[in-house]
């Protein structure tokens, strides 16, 4: 079992920048892809970016195509998101977690998350 926990959100001004962490612990070995997922305030939890941990081959949501840049630390255990020239509407709690590489679906149960507030 995989354990993961995300940090690094808070409030910040349309335009900035945040970069969230998720630190995953357990068996890590088991692996392959990794993500990060947003739900916004009355909306459907959606895909953000995945990152597929052996080579680092990323694909991203169109919506944060350009702005946001997914990577990882192997030896941490570890995923990040960047994320830049911020806007409102990326208001949400961002949630990582394993990726199915083929369909870009959850595979774990979803932690707690980490709230991102954009102000205009």
């Known amino acids: 079992q995989v354990q993961l926990v995300e940090s690094g959100g808070g409030l910040v001004q349309a335009g900035g920048s945040l970069r969230l962490s998720c630190a995953a612990s357990?068996?890590?070995?088991?692996?392959?892809?990794m993500g990060w997922f947003r739900q916004a305030p009355g909306k459907e939890r959606d895909f953000v970016a995945v990152?597929?941990?052996?080579?680092?081959?990323?694909y991203y949501a169109d919506s944060v195509k350009g702005r946001f840049t997914i990577s990882r630390d192997n030896a941490k255990n570890t995923v990040y998101l960047q994320m830049n020239s911020l806007k409102p509407e990326d208001t949400a709690v961002y949630y990582c977690?394993?990726?199915?590489?083929?369909?870009?679906?959850?595979?774990?149960?979803w932690g707690q998350g980490t709230l991102v507030t954009v102000s205009s």
């Open positions: 977690n394993r990726v199915e590489w083929s369909t870009i679906s959850a595979l774990d149960a």
């Open positions: 357990g068996r890590t070995d088991s692996i392959y892809a």
């Open positions: 990152i597929r941990m052996h080579d680092g081959r990323t």
